[in-house]
């Protein structure tokens, strides 16, 4: 079963991406769902996409280069969610122990490295998952 749903979940994760893309970079989408929990929707079920697939392909029958990209694939996209998250409490806790000085600083460390592995490193690593995931599952499909 895990198997015929990779795919799916794979392309899935995809068109949310996209979707996270556009809600990031394009204005229209963004005014319309700002300060709405809708919002978190697509987040939401990006991390619950990248979760199902990390399940599937541990799961399946997939092996070498395809299972360690859609590994990748869906670490990246469940760890995006998870570091926004982290990200934002200890932003929070940061801004409420302002007064204490060392817990401030490793509060404002943590917040910095979380968002540093939510913007650049999770997009990143989802990308370089899914390019390599189509490159091995085409050539797959080719030699079948």
Same mark, same amino acid.
């Given at each position: 079963m895990s198997d015929k749903l990779r795919w799916p979940t794979f392309w899935a994760l995809v068109g949310f991406f996209l979707?996270?893309?556009?809600?990031?970079l394009v204005p229209a989408f963004r005014e319309r769902?700002?300060?709405?929990?809708?919002?978190l929707v697509p987040l939401a079920v990006f991390f619950l996409l990248g979760t199902a697939l990390l399940v599937f392909?541990?799961?399946?029958?997939?092996?070498? %280069?395809?299972?360690?990209?859609l *590994?990748?694939? %869906?670490?990246?996209?469940a760890?995006?969610?998870? +570091?926004?998250?982290l990200h934002n409490a200890f932003y929070a806790l940061a801004e409420l122990s302002a007064d204490i000085a060392v817990l401030s600083a490793v509060l404002d460390f943590l917040h910095a490295a979380f968002f540093f592995m939510a913007v650049p490193v999770s997009p990143l690593? +989802? *990308?370089?998952?899914?390019?390599?995931?189509?490159?091995?599952?085409a050539r797959t499909r080719k030699a079948h």
């Amino acid at each position: 079963m895990s198997d015929k749903l990779r795919w799916p979940t794979f392309w899935a994760l995809v068109g949310f991406f996209l979707l996270i893309l556009c809600l990031f970079l394009v204005p229209a989408f963004r005014e319309r769902l700002s300060g709405s929990l809708l919002f978190l929707v697509p987040l939401a079920v990006f991390f619950l996409l990248g979760t199902a697939l990390l399940v599937f392909t541990l799961r399946g029958r997939v092996s070498g %280069g395809l299972r360690q990209s859609l *590994l990748l694939t %869906g670490a990246a996209s469940a760890g995006f969610f998870l +570091f926004v998250l982290l990200h934002n409490a200890f932003y929070a806790l940061a801004e409420l122990s302002a007064d204490i000085a060392v817990l401030s600083a490793v509060l404002d460390f943590l917040h910095a490295a979380f968002f540093f592995m939510a913007v650049p490193v999770s997009p990143l690593a +989802f *990308l370089v998952g899914v390019v390599v995931a189509i490159v091995i599952g085409a050539r797959t499909r080719k030699a079948h």
